[in-house]
């Protein structure tokens, strides 16, 4: 195969873009291809999965294991306080960029030592709104640097009876 298709997340944007690069592309051309899509700061790490430390820019993708359809993601933060509240506990927590809402939702529950059927019956919202982020989506499209913080709260998943 000589290209790499990953998917990936930048600071600030839900949207996950699915990007095309040679096969022994390095971190530097992910971040170019970065900036292409609109992250336009000059001090941005990059994140791949499986790794709790930001990859340095020389080093090709494949070497630390990035293969084809991998997820990504280019922030300027290094890590994000993630608090999250659920009746009168409130918990924090710092994690990457890269980690998911997913991710939060089971340290918290894991935390609290809520039950697992309790837990399938709730999910993570962003405090004060109404907005509860996709599971998959990294914390990093929630958070901006100068901040790189986030505010959840566990509320129960909206119940249709009939």
């Known amino acids: 195969m000589n290209e790499l298709q990953l998917f990936l997340q930048i600071e600030g944007v839900r949207r996950i873009e699915v990007i095309i690069l040679p096969a022994d592309a390095t971190a530097e051309l992910l971040l170019r291809e970065a900036r292409r899509l609109g992250l336009a700061v000059e001090e941005v790490l990059i994140f791949v999965d499986g790794r709790d430390e930001p990859v340095a820019l020389d080093i090709a993708l494949r070497e630390i294991g990035v293969g084809h359809h991998h997820h990504v993601h280019a922030h300027r933060c290094h890590s994000i306080e993630v608090t999250?509240?659920?009746?009168?506990?409130?918990?924090?927590?710092?994690?990457?960029?890269?980690?998911?809402?997913?991710?939060?939702?089971?340290?918290?529950?894991?935390?609290?030592?809520?039950?697992?059927?309790?837990?399938?019956?709730?999910?993570?919202?962003?405090?004060?709104t109404q907005d509860r982020p996709e599971t998959d989506l990294h914390l990093g499209t929630l958070a901006h640097h100068p901040h790189c913080a986030i505010d959840f709260t566990l509320v129960p998943k909206k119940r249709v009876e009939g």
Do not use: S
Request: no cysteine; hydrophobic share 45%; net charge positive.
């Open 84 to 128: 999250v509240h659920f009746n009168a506990t409130t918990k924090k927590r710092a994690f990457t960029p890269h980690a998911t809402v997913t991710q939060v939702k089971a340290w918290f529950v894991h935390a609290i030592e809520m039950p697992p059927l309790d837990a399938g019956e709730h999910v993570l919202q962003l405090t004060g």
